[in-house]
């Protein structure tokens, strides 16, 4: 089309481009919509005050984001745009900025977690007294809101009809990409005053990570790397899994959190390769259930958002009384630091620790861990989670974390309790998992890694261990505590059904 029509149909002169948790050019929704509809598109990205605040001050996410805006930054100059990165208050900047700029609208990706929409309403506010429009897409998940919902129009509580219902609606017009490149001659630069490259870690606040030592790709390139070497070994995907010292999930966790990967490529390519034979696709069917989940959860907070104030989606499960006082205290920090005495726990919780990445089988083993097995409350470990994972989604961690403590929509029965030895014998039967994690357990036999306790002391001397010394005893008898933790959950049961 020759540019002087483009221009005549735009409906704004100029427009701003907010990005937030969509750190990618191209197929982005938003950046789309404000290409197509704008003259001149100004793009931003504003660290932000109130969510750095109150994080550590070594934290791997911060680092991935600011890694991955200076590559989103180049790839945007090299289009003829640019970048403006700021760090301040995002719900007082986005109007200000848009003042400084003279833009007629906003244009951002949503966000549909409690804070972020509350700030959302603020910046509308803003934007609104100053006669400025804002506009926002859909680009975090396929489905959201109100898209997938019962016969009677009621969300969906329990997966498997959910992904019944989700696959029944997808189709191309759900999974296909928006050609933003093609319009990114709108693209313009900021004006001299607002360029600036990104901020360094210390001029945010920030000291560096292990992020670069451990290998972590960043921005769009590091995710798009990360998901070809994914796609050579996603047919093994539904078996390899299970197994934390196999390289068998994706690792793209952080990179749908920020944006850096879009949902639409991943879930079509999966969906796509799950309809291959009648086994063929089996590894694509199972990651794509995988992405499902992840959709569902998102729409389970919309429709709850009590979820993210503390409540159990259970509401009965808020009776339960967690150990509490100084020796829960000393459990969960046990817990925390990898010491409960339970090597696959242990191995789990150092592998967080080291990395921000816990393998999804050990996130549900840990989890079970610390509420059915150390009786603490499930909120305390869902707080370290967010703080500590790199690929934390506010939906997922919830869902996870209410799924394992059965509190949650479609969450295991209470009375379903892990047993972290033969969990630990079943999928890390070799113990490679946590000798890679807990080296001074590494001479142990492949059979009793799993309880160093039981061994002899023989086999505990030839394998250099003094346990309370080198490696803790358990904090608890498995047995011992699964009793404790049905009596506690006896408090759900209600009358009809107390045995
Ligand atoms: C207690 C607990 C806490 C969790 N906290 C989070 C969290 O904060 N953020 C998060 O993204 N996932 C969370 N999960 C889900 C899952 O463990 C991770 O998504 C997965 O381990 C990330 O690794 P991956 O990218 O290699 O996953 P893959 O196995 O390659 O899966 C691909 C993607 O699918 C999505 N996904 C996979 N499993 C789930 C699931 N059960 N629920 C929702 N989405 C899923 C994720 O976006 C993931 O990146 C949690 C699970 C539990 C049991």
């Given amino acids: 089309?020759?540019?002087?029509?483009?221009?005549?149909?735009?409906?704004?002169?100029?427009?701003?481009?907010?990005?937030?948790?969509?750190?990618?050019?191209?197929?982005?929704?938003?950046?789309?919509?404000?290409?197509?509809?704008?003259?001149?598109?100004?793009?931003?990205?504003?660290?932000?005050?109130?969510?750095?605040?109150?994080?550590?001050?070594?934290?791997?996410?911060?680092?991935?984001?600011?890694?991955?805006?200076?590559?989103?930054?180049?790839?945007?100059?090299?289009?003829?745009?640019?970048?403006?990165?700021?760090?301040?208050?995002?719900a007082d900047e986005i109007?200000?900025?848009?003042?400084?700029?003279?833009?007629?609208?906003?244009?951002?990706?949503?966000?549909?977690?409690?804070?972020?929409?509350?700030?959302?309403?603020?910046?509308?506010?803003?934007?609104?007294?100053?006669?400025?429009?804002?506009?926002?897409?859909?680009?975090?998940?396929?489905?959201?809101?109100?898209?997938?919902?019962?016969?009677?129009?009621?969300?969906?509580?329990?997966?498997?009809?959910?992904?019944?219902?989700?696959?029944?609606?997808?189709?191309?017009?759900f999974l296909k990409p928006y050609p933003s490149r093609g319009h990114a001659d709108a693209l313009v630069p900021p004006p001299k005053a607002h360029q600036q490259p990104v901020p360094t870690l210390a001029q945010l606040g920030f000291s560096p990570t292990n992020l670069s030592t451990l290998g972590i790709p960043t921005g769009a390139e590091g995710g798009a790397a990360l998901f070809d070497d994914f796609f050579q070994r996603i047919d093994r995907y539904d078996t390899a899994r299970n197994y934390p010292a196999v390289r068998g999930p994706s690792y793209l966790g952080v990179h749908l959190r920020f944006g850096t990967v879009s949902i639409r490529q991943m879930a079509s390519i999966a969906h796509q390769l799950s309809l291959q034979g009648p086994n063929g696709g089996q590894g694509a069917a199972t990651w794509l259930s995988e992405l499902i989940w992840r959709d569902f959860y998102f729409q389970v907070?919309?429709?709850?958002?009590?979820?993210?104030?503390?409540?159990?989606?259970?509401?009965?499960?808020?009776?339960?009384?967690?150990?509490?006082?100084?020796?829960?205290?000393?459990?969960?920090?046990?817990?925390?630091?990898?010491?409960?005495?339970?090597?696959?726990?242990?191995?789990?919780?150092?592998?967080?620790?080291?990395?921000g990445y816990m393998h999804n089988r050990l996130r549900m083993v840990v989890a079970s861990f610390l509420c059915k097995d150390l009786g603490v409350d499930w909120r305390r470990g869902e707080a370290y989670f967010a703080t500590h994972l790199n690929d934390f989604e506010l939906a997922s961690n919830n869902g996870g974390w209410q799924w394992a403590s059965s509190s949650g929509c479609d969450a295991q029965p209470y009375f379903r309790i892990f047993n972290p030895v033969t969990q630990s014998e079943r999928f890390d039967p070799e113990g490679k998992f946590i000798r890679r994690y807990l080296p001074q357990l590494a001479k142990l036999s492949d059979k009793m890694i799993h309880a160093p306790w039981k061994a002899s002391p023989v086999e505990l001397e030839a394998a250099g261990i003094v346990l309370g010394t080198t490696y803790p005893k358990p904090v608890v008898d498995h047995a011992e505590a699964r009793d404790r933790t049905l009596q506690r959950y006896g408090v759900v049961r209600g009358p009809a059904t107390t045995q």
């Fill in 1 to 90: 089309m020759p540019p002087i029509l483009l221009a005549v149909d735009k409906t704004y002169p100029k427009g701003l481009m907010w990005f937030r948790r969509d750190l990618r050019v191209d197929d982005n929704a938003a950046l789309y919509h404000a290409l197509r509809a704008c003259r001149q598109v100004v793009c931003v990205f504003v660290f932000d005050e109130a969510i750095l605040e109150p994080l550590p001050r070594a934290d791997r996410r911060v680092e991935f984001i600011r890694e991955s805006l200076v590559e989103l930054q180049a790839t945007l100059e090299a289009l003829g745009g640019g970048l403006i990165v700021r760090h301040a208050v995002a």
């Fill in 95 to 173: 109007a200000r900025l848009a003042h400084a700029l003279d833009v007629q609208a906003v244009f951002a990706n949503r966000d549909d977690e409690p804070a972020a929409l509350a700030r959302d309403a603020q910046v509308l506010g803003g934007l609104a007294n100053a006669g400025v429009a804002f506009h926002t897409y859909k680009d975090q998940t396929i489905f959201d809101r109100d898209e997938v919902l019962t016969k009677t129009g009621q969300p969906y509580t329990v997966f498997t009809p959910y992904k019944r219902a989700w696959l029944a609606k997808v189709d191309d017009f």
């Fill in 301 to 355: 907070l919309t429709h709850h958002p009590r979820i993210a104030e503390g409540k159990s989606f259970r509401p009965e499960y808020d009776k339960i009384i967690w150990h509490h006082g100084k020796h829960a205290d000393m459990l969960f920090d046990a817990w925390c630091r990898g010491e409960t005495g339970y090597p696959l726990v242990d191995a789990a919780m150092h592998q967080i620790n080291q990395s």
